[in-house]
């Protein structure tokens, strides 16, 4: 038979340990299923993977380069560039701050993250690359396994108040 201090200390690390097991799974869970979510749902809220370009107007780039761009400053003609390019450019023109996003192919990225001159209308544009976006990375597989780890962990908190509710009703049936 076993004696009374051996089922204490087996009580209470049922009754303390386990749900307490629990809560650290149920954090784990929750710390893997929020970025696993953010990762499926990315594209869909955010602009990840389109880089923002700004645009400079012709005066802010005349006073940038003081009339005379260095050597280093690729300049590109506004009919080059891809659809896409000219599409950012051109919404970029119409915004307040002079920023837009390139969606879709970007061939010359490495010209904008440098820094160029675009020539548009007659006039020179300062145009770079202020943000590249990127998107976040996750597992294929850090959602579900958050979500069973949150499950798990609820299942563990709530054991030894159900062992005890059935204890309660055997004893009752008794």
């Given at each position: 038979?076993p004696?009374?201090?051996?089922?204490?200390?087996e009580?209470a690390l049922?009754?303390?340990g386990?749900p307490?097991?629990?809560?650290?799974?149920?954090?784990?869970?929750?710390?893997a299923?929020?970025?696993?979510a953010?990762?499926?749902?990315?594209?869909?809220?955010?602009?990840c993977?389109a880089?923002t370009?700004?645009v400079?107007?012709?005066?802010?780039?005349?006073?940038?380069?003081?009339?005379?761009p260095?050597?280093?400053?690729?300049?590109l003609?506004?009919a080059?560039?891809a659809?896409?390019?000219?599409?950012?450019?051109e919404?970029a023109?119409?915004?307040p701050i002079?920023?837009?996003?390139?969606?879709?192919?970007?061939?010359?990225?490495?010209?904008?993250?440098?820094?160029?001159?675009v020539?548009?209308?007659?006039?020179?544009?300062y145009?770079?690359?202020v943000a590249?976006?990127?998107?976040?990375?996750?597992?294929?597989?850090?959602?579900?396994?958050?979500?069973?780890a949150?499950?798990l962990?609820?299942v563990?908190?709530?054991?030894?108040?159900?062992?005890r509710k059935?204890v309660e009703?055997?004893r009752g049936?008794e």
């Open positions: 038979m004696d009374d201090a051996d089922t204490d200390s009580s049922f009754t303390y386990v307490f097991v629990g809560v650290l799974v149920v954090a784990v869970g929750i710390a299923a929020v970025p696993g953010y990762g499926l749902i990315q594209e869909d809220l955010t602009t993977g880089p370009v700004a400079e107007s012709p005066e802010e780039t005349d006073r940038r380069f003081a009339d005379s260095p050597p280093t400053v690729e300049r003609d506004f080059a560039l659809a896409s390019e000219r599409a950012a450019f919404a023109l119409g915004d002079g920023e837009a996003h390139v969606e879709g192919p970007f061939p010359n990225a490495g010209a904008f993250e440098n820094g160029t001159l020539t548009y209308e007659g006039e020179d544009y145009a770079t690359v590249d976006n990127p998107c976040f990375e996750t597992a294929p597989l850090q959602f579900p396994l958050g979500v069973f949150i499950a962990g609820v563990g908190i709530l054991t030894p108040p159900v062992y059935l009703l055997e049936l």
